[in-house]
């Protein structure tokens, strides 16, 4: 399983840099944070939904796994006030 949670990461980071090569610069259509919450140490699909919403135009904040909720709310509202 953990061979292949490397395989997976390793093929979106693939991905990631063939689209970034191919597609033009895009103006930013919103920030979304993402997160694996608090006790979930699995992230292969959110690295799927990163993926997509970045090659959407989209600027994703990735927080990782097992991440607690008063740093998804401290990160809210940090990109909140900027």
Same mark, same amino acid.
């Given at each position: 399983?953990?061979?292949?949670?490397?395989?997976?990461?390793?093929?979106? &980071?693939?991905?990631?840099?063939?689209?970034?090569?191919? &597609?033009?610069?895009?103006?930013?259509? @919103?920030?979304?944070?993402?997160?694996?919450?608090? @006790?979930?140490?699995?992230?292969?699909?959110?690295?799927?939904?990163?993926?997509?919403?970045? &090659?959407?135009?989209?600027?994703?904040?990735?927080?990782?796994?097992?991440?607690?909720?008063?740093?998804?709310?401290?990160?809210?509202?940090?990109?909140? &006030?900027?």
């Amino acid at each position: 399983m953990i061979q292949s949670a490397e395989t997976v990461r390793n093929a979106f &980071s693939a991905i990631k840099e063939k689209i970034e090569e191919t &597609s033009a610069p895009q103006v930013s259509k @919103g920030k979304i944070i993402l997160a694996t919450v608090k @006790g979930d140490i699995h992230d292969i699909g959110k690295n799927i939904v990163k993926v997509l919403l970045e &090659s959407y135009g989209f600027e994703v904040i990735d927080l990782g796994k097992d991440v607690g909720k008063e740093t998804i709310i401290q990160a809210a509202i940090k990109i909140m &006030s900027n």
